[in-house]
């Protein structure tokens, strides 16, 4: 079990002094958290370090195209009421974030992990985790991230002969194709309202029939498992069939499913669902997303939004107009540097609402929303667009690095 560490030998010890030591200079410079440069330093010194600072600990991996911050939080909320956690909270999700997250956890029962998809084969390798959660899988990032059917891909084969248990998303083709290859396998019923990236089957690439919230693939019988947990309007529903109100302070069909996943996962490590639901109620935001800041006289809620699935879930978010909604996207490295994405994202539904457009890509999101006939104006900046709002709430709505811009400005 975990819990009992063995000591890290010298120079397991050697590399966390200097990573804690780089990520404080990255810290005093104004660069951040320093989580990642520390972590890149340590990982120089000692390339076991990851396998090192996580043998103690219980580990939960959490990987998806979206919600996987988000869901992360709420699973190390519930986790807490067993033990101590450890967990890459600000999303640094990659094995350098991961290992600075990891060192500092020598107390910790339980690792809660965020994992980047296109790294979760090799984090598994290093931390053999007792439990996966798979969200989803959807286009991101086009011009580096590989296809959809190809992450799966890698997916599947990562988890073929995992001692972990595998806690997956039920109406996602492409996470119930990856997850298959598993031994142990929680199916939760978690939805998907993005569904342009599962319409042919994965396993065969033969036509997917979506009657109702069911599907299979007409041509080789691939289909979807019958779930033991499931989403329900308010409501979990476990596997003995006894409903559990979901207690959250954060918006949302989506953070609904991210919640029931949790549920699953909390109980695979002994958390009623009842103690795990109340225990994330604590959570009000994430890294800032649904955070409600006063600025100019307004109340400007930050929603993120990195791809089109995202965006489709955010808008759901939205009230009715004629709310204000500032749109913000830039294409800069951490985003993806192609925005061709943003064609496939149904603007219409912003119809009525006061739209203000800012980010370095602006002009491109203005292009978008003409030819989707959505009244628009172009801003020079946040500034400008909250004060071309009347007094009152705006939704806010940005793609990852016009996210961290926003909160410079209109945050604490």
């Known amino acids: ?206 036509v997917m029939q979506r009657p109702d919230d069911d599907w299979f693939c007409g041509e080789c019988g691939f289909r979807r498992p019958t779930p033991s947990w499931a989403l329900s309007g308010d409501e979990v529903l476990d596997p003995h069939g006894s409903a559990w109100p979901i207690k959250l302070q954060l918006p949302g069909r989506a953070n609904k499913a991210n919640a029931t996943t949790s549920a699953a996962v909390a109980a695979a490590f002994g958390v009623p669902p009842q103690t795990a639901l109340e225990r994330m109620h604590a959570v009000t935001a994430v890294a800032g997303r649904y955070d409600v800041v006063s600025y100019r006289g307004r109340e400007v809620r930050l929603l993120l939004a990195k791809n089109p699935a995202g965006w489709l879930e955010t808008f759901s978010l939205i009230d009715a107009p004629p709310a204000p909604v500032i749109l913000s996207v830039n294409a800069r490295g951490a985003d993806g540097t192609d925005t061709s994405w943003l064609w496939d994202v149904d603007y219409g539904r912003l119809a009525g609402h006061p739209i203000r457009v800012i980010g370095d890509r602006k002009l491109d999101l203005a292009v978008r929303l003409e030819v989707a006939g959505v009244d628009f104006q172009v801003c020079e900046s946040a500034a400008e667009a909250v004060s071309a709002c009347p007094p009152g709430r705006i939704e806010a709505i940005a793609n990852y690095t016009a996210f961290q811009d926003l909160r410079r400005v209109v945050g604490n």
């Open 1 to 206: 079990m975990a819990g009992n560490q063995e000591p890290l030998s010298p120079r397991a010890k050697l590399a966390v002094t200097a990573g804690k030591a780089a990520a404080a200079v990255s810290r005093a410079a104004g660069r951040g958290s320093g989580s990642v440069i520390g972590g890149k330093v340590a990982l120089r010194l000692d390339p076991d370090l990851l396998a090192q600072v996580a043998h103690h600990l219980d580990v939960v991996l959490v990987s998806a195209t979206n919600g996987k911050t988000t869901t992360t939080r709420l699973i190390a909320e519930a986790l807490r009421a067993n033990g101590g956690v450890v967990s890459n909270a600000l999303g640094a999700n990659m094995p350098a974030g991961i290992t600075s997250a990891l060192a500092g956890g020598s107390e910790a029962q339980y690792g809660v992990i965020e994992v980047d998809e296109k790294y979760l084969d090799g984090v598994a390798r290093d931390v053999t985790p007792k439990a996966i959660a798979l969200l989803n899988l959807s286009r991101d990032q086009l011009d580096r991230a590989a296809e959809t059917r190809m992450l799966a891909e890698r997916w599947r084969e990562g988890l073929s002969g995992t001692k972990a248990v595998v806690i997956a998303n039920a109406d996602d083709p492409l996470v119930v194709w990856a997850a298959s290859s598993a031994p142990n396998v929680v199916w939760v019923a978690a939805g998907q309202e993005w569904k342009d990236d599962a319409w042919s089957c994965p396993a065969c690439g033969g």
